[in-house]
Structure formats: structure tokens, C-alpha cells
Antibody, heavy 121, light 107 residues
Framework: QVQLQESGPGLVKPSGTLSLTCAVSGGSISSSKWWSWVRQPPGKGLEWIGE???????NYNPSLKSRVTISVDKPRNQFALKLSSVTAADTAVYYCASYFYGDYGDFFDYWGQGTLVTVSS | DIQMTQSPSSLSASVGDKVTITCRASPGIRKDLGWYQQKPGKAPKCLIYAASSLQSGVPSRFSGSGSGTEFTLTISSLQPDDFATYYC?????????FGQGTKVEIK
């Protein structure tokens, strides 16, 4: 059973950089999944941020692309999110998740518990 | 971006009721759609993938249908554990986009 665990600062100053890490246990980050970030502002819906494959290939949401970097650390079996130039609009619960591509369909199969990041001075 | 329009945004229902939630995609997305359930303070959970395939372990009262531009999630007989928010998610093209969500509340 794969488990994902987000970690990082819960408070970031405006114009700063949000940095989160997702530790993967119970499975290898080099497996055939895309490792993803999804966020949810308080009381609002879900927004896909982007994803990375263990090869380093990435896909980002164009609405955030200029500010987002997702990276993978294979020796540590984890991946990371950096979001620069943050504002209060980036306050959200940030989830890491794994995206599975199957022969009959694909979907998010495992999720972290989520971590609230607040942007405030 | 593909626009996902989900309706209704909320509904009130009683245990035992049949509940239907709709997502419309523009443009069409074949059957590249999943349905997710989210309870307060928890991560989403996949119920349906490929528009109509039931995820392993999900009760059979949940079903999905549709293709192209219109999709439906149906709960045949609402149970107490089903009160939650439901989201559709398209994965036909990047960026992946979620519907706005449907909150299912107790009547």
C-alpha cells in the first residue's frame, strides 16, 4: 500500500516561495506513475497544479506554469513542489497524489493527507 | 483548457434517495473522466474512472455513465456514509480540470 506524506512550512510570506515535499513509502517513485500536486483553497474546489514522472518529465497547469517547479528525488523516494511569488490567493491545502495509467483507464490512486499553507505576513 | 461544468452545486437528499450529479465537458473528452468523493478534512477518493468503471472496493450503488460532453454519477440509494462533496475530473488533455463540486447534504 503506497503512502504519501506532505511536509513543509505552513506559513509563507507574500512574494516568497512555497516549498513542499512529498515522501513516498510502500512503493517506488520510479514506478509507472505520475507524481502530482493538487491544491484546494479553503472552502473551494480542487485545482490541478502539475505532475512529474521519475524520468523528470513534467506537465504544469498553464495558469501557474511561470511560478511552479516540480522535481523528483529518486534516492530519497520523494518529489517536491516549489511555487514562487506567492500571494494570499495561493493559500490552500496542498495535496500530493499519484496518478495511475492503467490499460482500462487512469486515475488518482493514492493521496497524501494534505497540508495547509497560508500566505501571510 | 477543457471546461468542466458540474451541476448542481449542492443538493439535499434523504437516506435511500437516488441521487444524480452531472458534468458537462467543453469540448468533448471521449470517456476520459473520473468521479471523486471528498469528505471534510480528507483527501479525495476515486469512485469511478473511464466514465463508467467502478473503482475497486467502491460500493455498487455508485455508477457512472456518459461519453463525449455529458457525464453522470448516480448513487442508487443514498447511505449515511455518502454525504460528501463529489467532483468530476477530466484527463483528456492538459491541464487536468475538475468540476466545481457538488455537496450532498442530509435533508
Amino acid at each position: 500500500q503506497v503512502q504519501l506524506q506532505e511536509s513543509g512550512p505552513g506559513l509563507v510570506k507574500p512574494s516568497g516561495t512555497l516549498s513542499l515535499t512529498c515522501a513516498v513509502s510502500g512503493g517506488s517513485i520510479s514506478s509507472s506513475k505520475w507524481w502530482s500536486w493538487v491544491r484546494q483553497p479553503p472552502g473551494k474546489g480542487l485545482e490541478w497544479i502539475g505532475e512529474i514522472y521519475h524520468s523528470g518529465s513534467t506537465n504544469y497547469n498553464p495558469s501557474l506554469k511561470s511560478r511552479v517547479t516540480i522535481s523528483v528525488d529518486k534516492p530519497r523516494n520523494q518529489f517536491a513542489l516549489k511555487l514562487s511569488s506567492v500571494t494570499a490567493a495561493d493559500t490552500a491545502v496542498y495535496y500530493c497524489a499519484s496518478y495511475f495509467y492503467g490499460d482500462y483507464g487512469d486515475f488518482f490512486d493514492y493521496w497524501g493527507q494534505g497540508t495547509l499553507v497560508t500566505v501571510s505576513s | 483548457d477543457i471546461q468542466m461544468t458540474q451541476s448542481p452545486s449542492s443538493l439535499s437528499a434523504s437516506v435511500g434517495d437516488k441521487v444524480t450529479i452531472t458534468c458537462r465537458a467543453s469540448p468533448g473528452i471521449r470517456k476520459d473522466l473520473g468521479w471523486y468523493q471528498q469528505k471534510p478534512g480528507k483527501a479525495p477518493k476515486c469512485l469511478i474512472y473511464a466514465a463508467s468503471s467502478l473503482q475497486s472496493g467502491v460500493p455498487s450503488r455508485f455508477s457512472g455513465s456518459g461519453s463525449g460532453t455529458e457525464f453522470t454519477l448516480t448513487i442508487s440509494s443514498l447511505q449515511p456514509d455518502d454525504f460528501a462533496t463529489y467532483y468530476c475530473l477530466q484527463h483528456n488533455s492538459y491541464p487536468r480540470t475538475f468540476g466545481q463540486g457538488t455537496k450532498v447534504e442530509i435533508k
